[in-house]
C-alpha cells in the first residue's frame, strides 16, 4: 500500500461523499459503542470499588439476622441482639487474634433533625459509636477533633458532623469549620460540634458527608434508651489476608455465647469478598457491553462491504480502463482495498473521538473511564473488518477480465 | 511490481529503418475467436492470418459485426484467442500470466477507443500519468511526461480539467496522449474518430500521421474512407474473415495522406 494507492483512494471515497460518510457512520458507531461501553463498564466498577473502600480496608460489618430470616416468623433469631459482652468478647485478642478492632455503631431511634440559627434539616445518618470508628471506617476531620474514648466514657455531649449537615445548617456558602465549638440541637437536645469530617462525597448510594457521629454512650442516653444493644460491629481484622479468619472467628464466638443460633443468625459481610464478587459482575458486565458493541462493529464492517461492492460493480469500467493501459491485479486489488480499509480508518479515528467525547458525560449514573485497550482495539478491528470485508470485493475487482470490464455497461 | 525502465525520451524517434532484421510486431496464424457455444456459437473471427511490420499504418476496415472490434482486442492482449497463435514482438502472448501481458499492454500497446475512456472524475494531467503510475514511475517524472504528452496534442492549457469539462475532441486527444505517454512501439485505435466531428476528426488523424512518421506502428479500425486514406494498408473483412487487404504506400515510407506541413523525405 502506497502513498499512490491512499490517493486513488481517497479521491474514490471524496466522489461518493455520502455513501462514504454512511458506510463511516457504522463503523463510527461501532468502535464509539465499543469505547463508550468498555469505559461504562470500568467506570461502573471504579464506582463499586470506591464505595466499599469508602467502608474502612479490612473490615467487616456484623448485625444481627441472617439473609433470608426476616419474616420465618416466631425464631428466637429475630430476638436475637448483638450485645456490649458480644463486642467485648470479640476484642479478646486470645479467641479472636485475627480481629484488630471492634467498633460498635447505634442508630439513633428515628430520624433525627439538626436546627441551629433557625435553620434545621434532616441528617442523613445519625450515629452512635466509639472513638476507634475515625480509623476504622476511614473518616478522619478535617477540622476540630474526633470525641475520644474520655468523651465516651463520659457521656460527653459532643458530635462531628460531615459538611452536608453542616452545609444545611449554613448554607451554600457557608464555611462548615465556623461551626465548631458551637452548639447545635439534634433532636430534643444539644450537641457541641467538636470537629468536622473530610469531605467523602457519594458512594453512589448515599451522600457520606451528611452524616452526625455522636458517643454511643450519648446517643443511649438520650435517644435510644440504654438497652445495651448494639446495631451493628464494624470489625477491623489484622490484615489484608486475615477478613478471611476473622470472619470464621466472628462466628465461632458469636454462635458460641448466643444460645440456639446458626450461623445464620448473624450477617456478617467481608468486604474483601464484596469487592471480589463486585469485580467478578463489573467483569461480566463490560465484556457483555464490548461484545454488543462489536456486533455493531461488525454490522459496520458488513456496510463496508456492501459499499465495496457497489463501487466495484459501479467503477467496472474504469477497472477494464486500467487494466487495458497496464495496471497489474495487485495494483486493482490494492486501490479497492485501500478504499475499504480508508472507510473504516476514517470511521474509526471518528469513532474513538466520538467515543472519547460521549464518555465524557455521566451515563446512567456512572462516570465513564475510558480504557486505552478498549481504544487501541476497536480501532484494530475496525481495520481489520476493513481488510477482511474489503478482501472479496477487490478481488473480485482484480479479477476481472479486461474485456469484460471495457465491455461493461 | 517489476519496475520498467521508461525512458524520458518519449518522443525519440525510433530509426525507420533498423539495419538488424527484428520480428514483425504482429504475427497472427490462424487465429480464430469464438463466442458462445451451442446454438448461440458466434465466430466473431475465422482462421485470420495476419502478420504486420513495425512503422507500418494499417487501417481495417468492415461493416459492423464483421470482427473488427475483436480483431483489435486479440491483437491488443485484451482478450485471448480461441485457437491459433499470436506472437507480439516476437513473444508468443499465450504462454504469457495475467501480470506480464498486464506489462506488455502497458509498455509497448497504446490504446484509443471510440468512446474515449477516460477515468472521470479525474483531471486529464492524472488521466495521462496513469500508465506511468503503473509502470512504477517517479512522480516528478512522470509529471514532466504527462505535461509533455498533453502539450504535443496541443492540451497544454487544459492540463487540470476533468474529462466531463472536455469536448469530444479534447477528449480523445487527452486519450492520444495517454496512448502515447509511454513511449509504445504501436498505438491502437478502434474507431477513434466515430464519435468526433470533422474539425476534430483531422486533429486526431493528423496526429496520428505523426505517430506513424516517428515510426510507430499504427492501427485504426474504421468504417469511414476518409480515416482509412491515411494508412499506408487497408485490410477489409467480412464476416470474421480478411477479404482484402492492399498496401497503398511502402511500409517505410510516409503516410499518403500526411499533413501538408510535412514535407516528404525524398
Ligand atoms: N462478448 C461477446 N459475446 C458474444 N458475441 C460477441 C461478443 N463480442 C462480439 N460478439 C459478436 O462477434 C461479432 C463481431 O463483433 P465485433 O468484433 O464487435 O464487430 P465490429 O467491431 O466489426 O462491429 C458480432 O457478431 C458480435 O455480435
Ligand atoms: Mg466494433
Known amino acids: 500500500m502506497n502513498l499512490e494507492s491512499i490517493q486513488m483512494a481517497l479521491r474514490g471515497i471524496v466522489a461518493n461523499r455520502m455513501r462514504s460518510a454512511l458506510t463511516m457512520l457504522g463503523i463510527l458507531i461501532g468502535v464509539g459503542a465499543v469505547i463508550i461501553l468498555v469505559a461504562v463498564g470500568a467506570g ?20 444481627a439476622g441472617g439473609f433470608g430470616q426476616g419474616n420465618r416468623g416466631g425464631t428466637q433469631s429475630r430476638n436475637l441482639q448483638i450485645t456490649d459482652a458480644d463486642a467485648v468478647a470479640l476484642s479478646d485478642k486470645l479467641q479472636a487474634p485475627d480481629i484488630a478492632a471492634v ?3 447505634i442508630t439513633g431511634g428515628g430520624s433525627v433533625t439538626a436546627a441551629a440559627d433557625g435553620a434545621s434539616a434532616t441528617v442523613g445518618q445519625f450515629l452512635g459509636t466509639s472513638e476507634a470508628y475515625s480509623a476504622v471506617r476511614n473518616a478522619p476531620v478535617e477540622a476540630g477533633t474526633f470525641f475520644t474514648a474520655a468523651d465516651v466514657s463520659n457521656h460527653a455531649s459532643v458530635v462531628v458532623i460531615g459538611t452536608t449537615v453542616a452545609k444545611n445548617l449554613l448554607g451554600a456558602t457557608g464555611d462548615p469549620n465556623s461551626l465548631i465549638g458551637q452548639p447545635v440541637q439534634f433532636g430534643s437536645h444539644s450537641l457541641t460540634v467538636i470537629g468536622v469530617l473530610k469531605t467523602k462525597g457519594s458512594n453512589g448510594f448515599q451522600d457520606q458527608d451528611d452524616i452526625a457521629l455522636v458517643p454511643y454512650t450519648t446517643v443511649r442516653d438520650n435517644y435510644t434508651g440504654n438497652t445495651g444493644t448494639i446495631s451493628q460491629l464494624i470489625v477491623q481484622a489484622s490484615g489484608g489476608n486475615a477478613t478471611g479468619p476473622a470472619q470464621t472467628e466472628i462466628t465461632t464466638i458469636l454462635q458460641a455465647r448466643h444460645k440456639g443460633s446458626t450461623a445464620n443468625s448473624f450477617r456478617v459481610l467481608n468486604q474483601a469478598s464484596l469487592l471480589q464478587t463486585a469485580n467478578a459482575n463489573n467483569r461480566t458486565f463490560t465484556v457483555l457491553l464490548g461484545s454488543v458493541a462489536a ?11 456492501n459499499i465495496m461492492l457497489v463501487t466495484v460493480t459501479e467503477r467496472t469500467r474504469e477497472i477494464g480502463i486500467r487494466k487495458a493501459i497496464g495496471a497489474r491485479t495487485s495494483a486493482i486489488l490494492s486501490q479497492f482495498l485501500t478504499e475499504a480499509v480508508l472507510l473504516s480508518v476514517l470511521g474509526g479515528l471518528l469513532g474513538i473521538a466520538a467515543g472519547i467525547g ?13 480504557q486505552s485497550y478498549s481504544i487501541i482495539l476497536a480501532f484494530a478491528v475496525a481495520v481489520a473488518v476493513g481488510l477482511f470485508f474489503g478482501i472479496y470485493p477487490a478481488s473480485r475487482a482484480a479479477k476481472l477480465r479486461p474485456i469484460d470490464a471495457l465491455r461493461y455497461e | 511490481m517489476s519496475k520498467s525502465a521508461q525512458t524520458p525520451a518519449a518522443f525519440a524517434e525510433p530509426a525507420p529503418n533498423a539495419s538488424r532484421p527484428r520480428p514483425p510486431v504482429i504475427a497472427m496464424r490462424n487465429v480464430t475467436k469464438t463466442y458462445g457455444v451451442g446454438d448461440v456459437e458466434v465466430h466473431a473471427l475465422r482462421a485470420t492470418t495476419l502478420t504486420i511490420e513495425r512503422s507500418d499504418y494499417i487501417a481495417i476496415m468492415g461493416a459492423s459485426g464483421s470482427g473488427k472490434s475483436t480483431l483489435m482486442n486479440i491483437l491488443g492482449c485484451l482478450d485471448v484467442p480461441t485457437s491459433g497463435r499470436y506472437r507480439l514482438a516476437g513473444i508468443d502472448v499465450s504462454q504469457l500470466d495475467g501480470d506480464a501481458v498486464a506489462d506488455i499492454r502497458n509498455r509497448r500497446i497504446g490504446f484509443v477507443f471510440q468512446s474515449f475512456n477516460l477515468i472521470p472524475r479525474t483531471t486529464a494531467l492524472a488521466n495521462v500519468e496513469m500508465p ?13 511526461l504527462a505535461v509533455r504528452a498533453l502539450t504535443r496534442v496541443g492540451l497544454d492549457h487544459r492540463l487540470h480539467y476533468v474529462p466531463n469539462q472536455l469536448s469530444g475532441g ?11 505517454v509511454t513511449n509504445p512501439a504501436m498505438i491502437l485505435a478502434d474507431e477513434p474518430t466515430g464519435a468526433l466531428d470533422s474539425t476534430s476528426t483531422a486533429e486526431v488523424l493528423a496526429i496520428f500521421d505523426e505517430l506513424n512518421i516517428e515510426g510507430r506502428t499504427v492501427v485504426v479500425i474504421t468504417h469511414e474512407d476518409e480515416v482509412a486514406r491515411h494508412a499506408k494498408r487497408i485490410i477489409r473483412l467480412r464476416d470474421g474473415l480478411i477479404v482484402d487487404d492492399t498496401r497503398y504506400a511502402p511500409v517505410d515510407g510516409l503516410p499518403p495522406h500526411a499533413s501538408n506541413s510535412l514535407e516528404p523525405a525524398s
Not at chain 1, 358 to 370: A, E, L, M, T
Open chain 1, 295 to 305: 456486533i455493531s462493529l461488525l454490522v459496520g464492517g458488513i456496510g463496508v462491504m
Open chain 2, 132 to 144: 506511468l503510475v503503473y509502470g512504477g514511475m517517479k512522480r516528478a517524472e512522470r509529471r514532466e
Open chain 1, 103 to 105: 467498633v460498635p455503631t
Open chain 1, 358 to 370: 460521549g464518555s465524557r458525560f455521566n451515563i446512567v449514573g456512572v462516570q465513564p473511564v475510558v
Open chain 1, 44 to 63: 461502573s466498577a471504579t464506582k463499586t470499588r470506591k464505595s466499599l473502600e469508602a467502608l474502612g480496608s479490612n473490615t467487616l460489618t456484623v448485625s
Open chain 2, 170 to 180: 479534447q477528449q480523445q486527444r487527452v486519450a492520444i496522449a495517454r496512448a502515447i
